[in-house]
């Protein structure tokens, strides 16, 4: 049997602000946004990415201290790249560390306005095999816009 992570929930003080910043400027795909009388949530997905993050203001979520979420990890092909992509779009990111001269062993990181912190980790091989094919990515975003 696989288990698939798919959704991690990040605690943030302004749900609004949360999304621009994770759409705008990190680049995140916004999947939704639902709204009602009881509960306002968003859910959020890196492009190649299975796994999703959710804010909102849910009770598992309230419950959590808005930038108490630690090093999540973001992988990349090219750290150098992704770095300057978010330094470009005004996201303070730290230097590129080099702990391993061998493929997964570069990392850079950033936070949310909130404080939650991010690792981004350097996987050359991502280039040449992603996680999630480059044809299943294009098939769901059809399937999305149908």
Not at 56 to 82: C, F, H, I, K, Y
Request: with cysteine; charged share 25%.
């Amino acid at each position: 049997m696989d288990w698939t992570l798919e959704v991690v929930l990040l605690p943030v003080t302004d749900i609004d602000r949360a999304i621009a910043f994770y759409r705008d400027q990190v680049g995140f795909v916004l999947d939704h946004d639902t709204r009602n009388e009881q509960m306002h949530i968003a859910q959020l997905t890196p492009r190649g990415s299975g796994c999703s993050i959710v804010v909102g203001n849910l009770p598992s979520q309230t419950e959590m201290a808005p930038g108490s979420m630690r090093g999540l990890q973001l992988v990349v092909a090219d750290a150098a790249a992704a770095r300057d992509e978010l330094v470009s779009r005004g996201i303070e990111a730290s230097e590129i560390t080099v702990f391993d001269e061998r493929d997964g062993g570069t990392f850079f990181g950033f936070a949310d306005p909130d404080g939650n912190t991010w690792a981004v980790q350097q996987i050359k091989a991502r280039a040449a095999q992603p996680l999630i094919p480059v044809e299943a990515r294009q098939r769901f975003g059809a399937e999305q816009e149908a």
